[in-house]
């Protein structure tokens, strides 16, 4: 594709319920990261895939929060018990391969509202 | 643990001034640095990063391991360099933490 692809841009949901966030990143991209983007807090690392393995899963909050990734493509985040305190941007991002020498492609991100 | 650090959160400068965005890192290892852009309604996207050397739009970036420091600097600001910019930093085991970003106006 011509570039990382977010769904749904925007997505408005009760507290309590689950949400699930999809990234399609760039075709033959081997490397995918998730971020937060709260305000005043800048970009909050949450998950890295390689292929369909994620090596560092260190940054997810809490065990609300899961990812998976599959056939080295899609991948999807998925918010369990939505809390208010989850409501931010979260953006995606895939590179050719992990590294210095492959800068990262941002998708334009999922706006997440709990309210 | 790798920690970037932009003590800055707006910067506001006039067209044509010189103008610098700080950026400390912590990191026990060997770093590689990059500064990411952001203009309004667009993608998050590479700026520059320290092992290319290079002048991209104007802006270069140093880094000094002495200081751990990777300060932007660009020696004539023009409007549309107005955006958010954020540090970033890729450790050892292709983590890339990004710091809490610079918000810089280029006023007219």
């Known amino acids: 594709g011509a570039g990382v692809s977010q769904s749904p841009s925007n997505k408005v949901t009760e507290k309590g319920k689950d949400v699930e966030l999809r990234c399609d990143p760039i075709?033959?991209?081997?490397?995918l990261y998730w971020y937060r983007q709260s305000l005043g807090q800048g970009l909050e690392f949450l998950i890295y895939f390689q292929g369909n393995s994620a090596p560092d899963k260190s940054g997810l909050p809490s065990d609300r929060f899961s990812a998976e990734r599959t056939g080295g493509s899609v991948s999807t985040l998925t918010i369990q018990r939505t809390q208010q305190e989850d409501s931010a941007v979260y953006l995606c991002a895939s590179s050719l391969e992990s590294g210095s020498d492959s800068p990262l492609h941002f998708g334009n991100g999922t706006r997440l509202t709990v309210t | 643990a790798q920690r970037v650090t932009q003590p800055e959160k707006l910067l506001s400068v006039f067209k044509g001034a010189p103008v610098e965005l700080k950026c400390n890192y912590s990191?026990?290892?060997?770093?590689?640095l990059f500064w990411y852009v952001q203009y309004s309604r667009q993608r998050l996207q590479l700026l520059l990063r320290h092992i290319s050397r290079e002048s991209i739009k104007g802006f270069t970036a140093d880094l000094n391991k002495g200081e751990t420091s990777f300060h932007l600097k660009k020696p004539f600001a023009q409007e549309e360099d107005s955006a958010m910019y954020y540090c970033a930093l890729l450790s050892n085991d292709y983590k890339l933490s990004f710091g809490a970003g610079t918000t810089v106006t280029v006023r007219a």
């Open positions: 075709s033959g991209h081997t490397a």
């Open positions: 990191y026990s290892g060997s770093p590689e």
